[in-house]
């Protein structure tokens, strides 16, 4: 065995592993550099016969990463997407001795010719399974229930409060047609005109007054935005550490709640929605000193929208994703018992067709490098599974702190998705407090 051939497949072997582990620190994309680790791996060596050093090195490489804790396995599902990537290599290895200067070129060969047609037949399995997955699935990603909490800020906490786009004395026929509030049979009368996102668009929410007497219209106030399958009720728990100090809105994004809608976008059209309710909040009650406060999708819509509206001052985003991509996946995998390549890929293009726009411009890992000198505070549970922090919350600071912005974070151990507040109560309001009232001082 020619020693030049293996040293050279041991080194390239040992890049690809590289590459993996830039996938899961910085790019989700990255494997897609495994064929070119091959195919330069392969018209290096010229000779088909050593694949199997290739395959070796590569597999190797990557135990040892994963003793070493370089890398994650994320989901059930890594033995499928590890053998696919060893397919990557390999064929292109094969193809690569083609390249190399012979007189029969390998990729003639036998043996070549059957590495190519596993390739081939994993393409097209990985195709299909994307593209049913883009069809079937992105439709539960766009088209989400309303949800059957229809509580009210008098109801859940006694408090007084304004209803924003629609009558109030409907909110006396829920309460007097549905027993528990908490899982009602509709959320009633759907929005009114006043309120509307730009493609009109209508939009319901709550005005609450800070308990404070001297707060006032104009005092700080804050906005409040739900995650998906949520309303405007999912936010009143979030609302409480803030209601002596400060007047809040809590709203219901689109396709939720008492709003318009029949499309969800993870904040591509939300973030118009929200902009709609500040520029209300703005009309009526001119605020001093505006801040948001979002969970999952909603902190991602509070993030797209602030990044060019210098009206909010400040921003609290809780179980916050970094790319729909991987959270797309991890959802997948958790919920649907699916393999996350190449479906969340499918359902990415597939929701992004239905909701007439690219959902991953939205992205909070590229939003929140736009934020500038205004502060961010993320929180998130180290339990979570939906938006692993390794793949969500260090991402997210990794890139707020290379574009400069001023961004402080705190864990809850144990807390799952959307559940910081649920598992650290005293500590989430701490957190929360303290943040805002520095950043109102600052």
């Known amino acids: 065995m020619p020693t030049r051939s293996l040293v050279t497949c041991l080194v390239f072997g040992f890049l690809g592993v590289l590459?993996?582990?830039?996938?899961?620190?910085?790019?989700?994309?990255?494997?897609?550099?495994?064929?070119?680790?091959?195919?330069?791996?392969?018209?290096?060596?010229?000779?088909?016969?050593?694949?199997?050093?290739?395959?070796?090195?590569?597999?190797?490489?990557?135990?040892?990463?994963?003793?070493?804790?370089v890398l994650g396995i994320v989901g059930p599902y890594w033995?499928?997407?590890?053998?696919?990537?060893?397919?990557?290599?390999?064929?292109?290895?094969?193809?690569?001795?083609?390249?190399?200067?012979?007189?029969?070129?390998?990729?003639?060969?036998?043996?070549?010719?059957?590495?190519?047609?596993?390739?081939?037949?994993?393409?097209?399995?990985?195709?299909?399974?994307?593209?049913?997955?883009?069809?079937?699935?992105?439709?539960?990603?766009?088209?989400?229930?309303?949800?059957?909490?229809?509580?009210?800020?008098a109801v859940a906490y006694d408090w007084p409060y304004e209803a924003i786009n629609y009558d109030i004395a409907d909110d006396a026929t829920l309460r007097r047609d549905n027993v528990d509030m908490s899982d009602c049979a509709t959320q009633g009368s759907p929005a009114g005109s006043e309120v509307t996102a730009a493609d009109g668009t209508a939009i319901a929410g709550w005005y609450i007054p800070a308990a404070r007497p001297d707060a006032g219209p104009t005092g700080p106030t804050l906005v409040m935005v739900h995650g998906g399958r949520s309303n405007k009720s999912g936010m009143l728990k979030y609302?409480?550490?803030?209601?002596?100090?400060?007047?809040?809105?809590?709203?219901?994004?689109?396709n939720t709640g008492r709003s318009g809608g029949?499309?969800?976008?993870?904040?591509?059209?939300?973030?118009?929605?929200?902009?709609?309710?500040?520029?209300?909040?703005?009309?009526?009650?001119?605020?001093?000193w505006i801040a948001l406060v979002g969970n999952s999708n909603g902190a991602a819509t509070a993030l797209a929208e602030a990044i060019d509206d210098a009206r909010v001052k400040a921003l609290v985003l809780d179980s916050m994703h970094a790319g729909i991509l991987t959270q797309l996946g991890n959802v997948g995998e958790t919920e649907k018992g699916l393999p996350a390549f190449p479906a969340a890929l499918g359902v990415i293009v597939g929701a992004s067709i239905r909701a007439g726009g690219d959902l991953t411009s939205v992205d909070p890992v590229r939003t929140i490098r736009l934020i500038g000198d205004r502060p961010v505070l993320l929180l998130h549970g180290s339990s979570d599974i939906v938006d692993r922090p390794r793949d969500s919350l260090l991402r997210n600071i990794a890139a707020a702190i290379d574009a400069g912005v001023a961004v402080r974070s705190y864990i809850c151990q144990g807390a799952k998705h959307g559940e910081v507040i649920d598992t650290c109560p005293d500590a989430w309001a701490?957190?929360?407090?303290?943040?805002?009232?520095?950043?109102?001082?600052g």
């Open 19 to 69: 590459l993996v582990a830039v996938e899961h620190g910085v790019d989700q994309w990255s494997w897609l550099g495994l064929p070119l680790v091959g195919l330069v791996a392969g018209s290096l060596v010229g000779r088909p016969s050593m694949i199997w050093a290739m395959w070796l090195a590569y597999g190797l490489a990557e135990a040892v990463a994963w003793a070493s804790g």
């Open 79 to 153: 033995p499928v997407i590890e053998a696919g990537r060893l397919v990557a290599v390999g064929a292109a290895f094969v193809a690569g001795t083609g390249i190399a200067m012979q007189r029969r070129p390998a990729i003639t060969t036998r043996w070549a010719r059957a590495v190519v047609g596993v390739l081939a037949a994993v393409a097209l399995v990985l195709t299909t399974y994307g593209v049913v997955a883009g069809v079937g699935f992105s439709s539960d990603y766009v088209v989400q229930e309303r949800g059957h909490d229809c509580r009210t800020p």
């Open 239 to 254: 609302a409480v550490p803030f209601h002596q100090d400060y007047n809040l809105v809590l709203l219901d994004l689109r």
């Open 262 to 288: 029949t499309i969800s976008s993870g904040g591509f059209h939300e973030r118009d929605d929200l902009r709609a309710m500040i520029d209300w909040l703005e009309r009526t009650r001119h605020p001093g």
């Open 430 to 441: 701490l957190w929360t407090t303290t943040f805002l009232s520095e950043a109102r001082a």
